[in-house]
T-cell receptor
Framework: AQTVTQSQPEMSVQEAETVTLSCTYD???????LFWYKQPPSRQMILVIR??????QNATENRFSVNFQKAAKSFSLKISDSQLGDAAMYFC??????????FGTGTRLTIIP | DAGVIQSPRHEVTEMGQEVTLRCKPI?????LFWYRQTMMRGLELLIY????????DSGMPEDRFSAKMPNASFSTLKIQPSEPRDSAVYFC????????????FGEGSRLTVL
């Protein structure tokens, strides 16, 4: 069974600094998707970034980028120039084919003004 | 464009009552997922449908839970009878079968069973 592990329950970063959230996963598949979702206090689940496993290039969306290490089954999220609005729970998620999305336990990110 | 629409946003009920949560997926999406979020168990899949047909309901906790998708634009999750341990946020999400992979979530329904 696929599992997703986020080993950092909480992280904090100074506003305008850079922070990296860690995620590892376990799968025997070779082609799959990885995602980072953000859940602010409003509880809406918002897609931050996605990565297809067959692509070697790391995905980037503005201030958000990932470090995808397929062999190590690692998928970290880097947030540059942190802003107050980035404060939220961040969930790493895995999906194979049309199957369900499997989530990690989340990392609560606090931004220090 | 309208996203996934869930109702109600908040529901408070008493133990033993029937609860019905509703979901309207994004138009054109043909896969629909119901998730439950609690502090103890995190985000867990309850059931998902493809083209209105249930594909995997192994996450449905017990017979008190049932889900239906009578057409492409509507799904319900019913709990009867409800119990305090059912208190959680229930999310509906939709996507295109065979599409880019990400799920689009509704705002969730927070259920409190007293």
């Amino acid at each position: 069974a696929q599992t997703v592990t986020q080993s950092q329950p909480e992280m904090s970063v100074q506003e305008a600094e850079t922070v990296t959230l860690s995620c590892t996963y376990d799968t025997s598949e070779s082609d799959y998707y990885l995602f980072w979702y953000k859940q602010p206090p409003s509880r809406q689940m918002i897609l931050v970034i996605r990565q297809e496993a067959y692509k070697q290039q790391n995905a980037t969306e503005n201030r958000f980028s990932v470090n995808f290490q397929k062999a190590a089954k690692s998928f970290s999220l880097k947030i540059s120039d942190s802003q107050l609005g980035d404060a939220a729970m961040y969930f790493c998620a895995y999906r194979w084919g049309n199957e369900k999305l499997t989530f990690g336990t989340g990392t609560r990110l606090t931004i220090i003004p | 464009d309208a996203g996934v629409i869930q109702s109600p946003r908040h529901e408070v009920t008493e133990m033993g009552q029937e609860v019905t949560l509703r979901c309207k997926p994004i138009s054109g999406h043909n896969s629909l997922f119901w998730y439950r979020q609690t502090m103890m168990r995190g985000l867990e899949l309850l059931i998902y449908f493809n083209n209105n047909v249930p594909i995997d309901d192994s996450g449905m906790p017990e017979d008190r839970f049932s889900a239906k998708m009578p057409n492409a634009s509507f799904s319900t999750l019913k709990i009867q009878p409800s119990e305090p341990r059912d208190s959680a946020v229930y999310f509906c999400a939709s996507t295109i079968w065979g599409g880019p992979g990400e799920l689009f979530f509704g705002e969730g329904s927070r259920l409190t069973v007293l």
